[in-house]
């Protein structure tokens, strides 16, 4: 679950829920008490009362917000069919519908009625307007700043050897920054190189000449270094070899480390090790 996914509709929703969930316990009319009787012994009946009232208003709205939480921070859960995020959007309405005819019908609307109708206004509206309103899509958690860049694949603090997507060990047995273990410094004949005789050095002389042009036709075309970034929104990351099927989900507040570009789009790397296109580079933020 990525908790920096959510954005600040969610936090509307959130916050809305927690005042409809509090107005749950507070009464639903109130009595005008005549003067010189005392009622402050008068029971007034709350939403726990009335279990109609609680499941299609107040449960209702608490459940719905905690669906659309939840599928903003899972992304892809489904019921029967629908995505979590649009079964507890209808939630939302419901409780709203709910709060509004049932306001209507009581004669003197206690606190926990009146507060529960806000709560609901804010709840759906919160819930409606957050794809749609840009303030809203912004994320909730600012993402944080990234470290240190290491070099491309080395897991971070690591001084040497293979690491995480790190090119491995040579089959010679080389230490880190490619020292041969041993302490034989780069450039020096080993004893094996001492050995060979004096006719293969020749024999492969005409190789070495053409070495140079095979290197300049397999340098890269452009000047790209990898960099980290992070995404505006929720982007899919599809597979590389051009599949219109998603392999993963870049979401807000997660840094992820650009290793290629292609034209317009990125291939980025995940934090397990997943690597995609990400075609929809706009708005990123580089770190």
């Known amino acids: 679950m990525n908790i920096r996914s959510l954005t600040r509709g969610d936090g509307v929703v959130i916050g809305a829920a927690v005042v409809l969930f ?20 008068y029971d007034m009946p709350n939403a726990w009362d009335m279990l ?12 719905g917000a905690a669906l659309i939480v939840l599928a903003r921070a899972m992304p892809g859960r489904k019921v029967a069919g629908l995505d979590l995020g649009q079964f507890g959007v209808a939630l939302t309405i419901f409780a709203l519908w709910t709060a509004f005819w049932t306001i209507l019908d009581v004669n003197s609307a206690g606190a926990g009625m009146i507060l529960g109708l806000l709560a609901t206004i804010a709840l759906a509206a919160g819930a409606v307007a957050s794809p749609l309103v840009p303030a809203l899509k912004a994320p909730l958690m600012g993402a944080p700043r990234p470290q240190t860049p290491q070099p491309y694949g080395a897991q971070p603090g690591a ?5 995480y997507g790190y090119p491995g060990a040579q089959p010679g047995g080389t230490g880190g920054y490619g020292y041969p273990v041993g302490g034989q410094q780069p450039g020096q004949p080993g004893p094996a190189d001492a050995q060979q005789p004096q006719q293969a050095h020749h024999q492969h002389q005409p190789d070495q000449q053409g070495a140079p042009a ?3 036709q397999g340098a890269p075309a452009g000047d790209f270094a990898p960099f980290w970034f992070a995404v505006p929104v929720a982007r899919p990351l599809y597979a590389e070899d051009g599949s219109p099927t998603p392999i993963a989900e870049l979401a807000p507040g997660t840094w992820y480390l650009a290793v290629e570009q292609r034209g317009a789009a990125l291939v980025a790397q995940t934090q397990d090790g997943r690597r995609g296109v990400l075609q929809d580079t706009t708005g990123i933020q580089r770190g």
């Open 159 to 163: 001084t040497g050897g293979a690491g």
């Open 22 to 41: 509090i107005a749950s316990f507070l009464g639903l009319s109130s009595v005008d008490c005549p003067t010189g009787i005392d009622c402050s012994n």
């Open 214 to 216: 095979t290197a300049q």
């Open 52 to 63: 109609g009232l609680l499941m299609s208003m107040f449960l209702a709205g608490v459940i």
